[in-house]
């Protein structure tokens, strides 16, 4: 059996079509909206379209609302997937034939052209970017809500989960942690129907925050060695010219080596602490 799980917030406009579309795929699958905190009829819509509704009593968050589902699913696998019509039910086929194959986690790899602006793009570029450094596999699409799951392996990592957008990008760090198989499908998302709840002011300063969650779930090292190298031979580089020229260890000297090698302290007890968080419970 599988579960569709759906956060919704203000999304009356384009949930029920969702719904009913999931149901014509998948008439014996089950479907949660996760109405957070809405102030239309998002749950009323959704509810008569046939899915079953969890009401947040007011918003708590995109990884709250996933949070929610994916407790309450009873499904061996979840899907997770947007209200707002940008995610295509006939995909779920996709994802499910991946499932089937082996893998733990299958994301839907929004192409070209799917992105809601070319800043979003370039953002998302950068971040697979640094995703595809820190596992050591190529990361196709680190922030797509668009994915199914193995309920009992995803169900490990609630209490990682932040209650913000940044759900796809812990969660798909903890699996590749863990040594789960993930997988990519490539898909098209269509423009949202209704207005973004994604604020580029307040939520790009919190989008940059998702570089450095990157490291720190999977391997807080392989981000600060780099950076403590460059300063130790900073440091070793000026000392070398200040001799040369002075005869003598300045302060500059003192004050890269220092710092690198505080980096590297801080990357090796980052990375212990992420080893006690993937810790089983």
Same mark, same amino acid.
């Given at each position: ?93 996709? !994802? +499910?034939?991946?499932?089937?194959? /082996? &893998?733990?986690?299958? *994301?839907?790899? =929004?192409?070209?052209?799917?992105? @809601? ?115 130790? !031979? +900073?440091?070793?580089?000026?000392? /070398? &010219?200040?001799?040369? *020229?002075?005869? =003598?260890?300045?302060?500059?000297? @003192? ?27």
């Amino acid at each position: 059996m599988i579960s569709v799980v759906i956060p919704a917030k203000n999304e009356a406009a384009t949930v029920a079509i969702v719904v009913t579309a999931i149901k014509e795929q998948f008439p014996e699958a089950e479907i949660i909206v996760v109405n957070d905190g809405s102030n239309d009829n998002t749950g009323e819509s959704a509810y008569s379209a046939g899915a079953t509704i969890i009401n947040h009593p007011y918003p708590k968050g995109n990884g709250a609302s996933i949070k929610s589902g994916a407790r309450a699913a009873v499904g061996d696998t979840i899907i997770f997937m947007d209200a707002d019509g940008q995610h295509d039910p006939k995909d779920i086929g996709s !994802l +499910l034939t991946e499932i089937d194959e /082996g &893998y733990d986690l299958v *994301v839907g790899a =929004r192409q070209p052209g799917s992105q @809601a602006s070319v800043g979003r793009g370039l953002a998302n570029s950068l971040y697979n970017k640094l995703a595809t450094y820190m596992t050591g596999h190529k990361v196709e699409d680190l922030t797509s809500g668009f994915r199914a799951v193995r309920a009992e392996k995803f169900k490990e990592f609630l209490y990682l989960l932040p209650n913000g957008f940044s759900y796809p990008t812990t969660s798909t760090m903890a699996f590749f942690r863990a040594g789960y198989s993930v997988k990519y499908v490539p898909i098209h998302a269509a423009q949202r129907e209704g207005k973004s709840h994604i604020k580029p002011l307040k939520d790009g300063m919190r989008f940059l925050l998702i570089i450095f969650k990157v490291a720190t779930l999977y391997s807080p090292l392989k981000l600060f060695t780099p950076a403590a190298a460059l300063f130790f !031979l +900073l440091g070793l580089g000026w000392y /070398g &010219y200040t001799f040369t *020229v002075m005869s =003598r260890f300045t302060n500059m000297s @003192a004050l890269l080596l220092t710092s690198g090698f505080m980096l590297f302290m801080m990357g090796l007890i980052s990375e212990q602490i992420t080893t006690l968080m993937y810790k089983e419970r």
